[in-house]
């Protein structure tokens, strides 16, 4: 249990559009999701944490006209990369906690974005 | 905020050793800590995990021990297998909110 979908799971776009990432909850309801960003052989950094119905909060240094953040349902938070650029191209994670409590996280399986 | 050191970076063993991968942390209110598992091109998967109410937890061939008062965990594979090949992050985080990585291991297990 406890699964969150991520798609699409790569993307090539170009320079100057934007790009939608989602991460659907299946079998519970995510009222918070994080949203990580990795570089190549570098760790997962944490851009900004979304809560269902509110506003998201970004992280130190993370342009929030940028990365766009919607998380307009219990089932599903989107990450919008506006006019991206190659800098952008990256791998995108989401993760929700599993349930309130002490239930750990469950992670999407990623976006690999390619800027051109 | 939370600072979490991995080492080593890289790890190479022979199949059927041991690998250990060690991290710290700095916030004595952090309560939980995974460790995960990378492929290359997907999320991390959890592997296993310990609260801070506990000291040593094992699952099969991995284990994990936490010293709360060194505020350090480790990870422990035996028997490994090339399988085991892959990176792998500790994380902490207070009341299983914001997760702060190490930096990651890779970990190559040679036939």
């Known amino acids: 249990g406890a699964v969150v979908s991520q798609h699409p799971s790569w993307v090539i776009c170009k320079s100057g559009t934007s790009v939608k990432i989602e991460c659907r909850s299946l079998?519970?309801?995510?009222?918070?999701m994080f949203w990580y960003r990795q570089f190549p052989k570098q760790s997962l950094m944490l851009m900004a944490t979304?809560?269902?119905?509110?506003?998201?909060?970004?992280e130190q240094g993370v342009e929030k006209d940028k990365f766009l953040i919607n998380h307009a349902s219990l089932t599903l938070s989107t990450l919008t990369v506006t006019s991206a650029h190659p800098e952008d191209s990256s791998f995108y994670i989401c993760?929700?906690?599993?349930?309130?409590?002490?239930?750990?996280?469950?992670f999407g399986s990623g976006t690999r974005l390619t800027v051109v | 905020g939370e600072n979490v050191e991995q080492h080593p970076s890289t790890l190479s063993v022979q199949e059927g050793d041991s690998a250990v991968i060690k991290c710290t942390y700095s916030d004595s209110a952090s309560n939980y800590f995974p460790w995960y598992k990378q492929e290359l091109g997907k999320g991390p998967q959890l592997i296993i995990d310990i609260r801070s109410n506990v000291g040593e937890k094992k699952d099969q061939r991995i284990a994990v021990t936490l010293n709360k008062t060194a505020k350090h965990f480790s990870l422990h594979i035996t028997e490994t297998q090339p399988e085991d090949s892959a990176v792998y992050f500790c994380a902490a985080s207070i009341d299983d909110y914001k997760l702060s990585f190490g930096a990651g291991t890779t970990v190559t297990v040679r036939a």
């Open positions: 993760s929700a906690p599993k349930k309130s409590g002490t239930n750990g996280y469950t």
């Open positions: 979304s809560n269902e119905g509110s506003k998201a909060t970004y």
């Open positions: 079998d519970f309801q995510a009222t918070t």
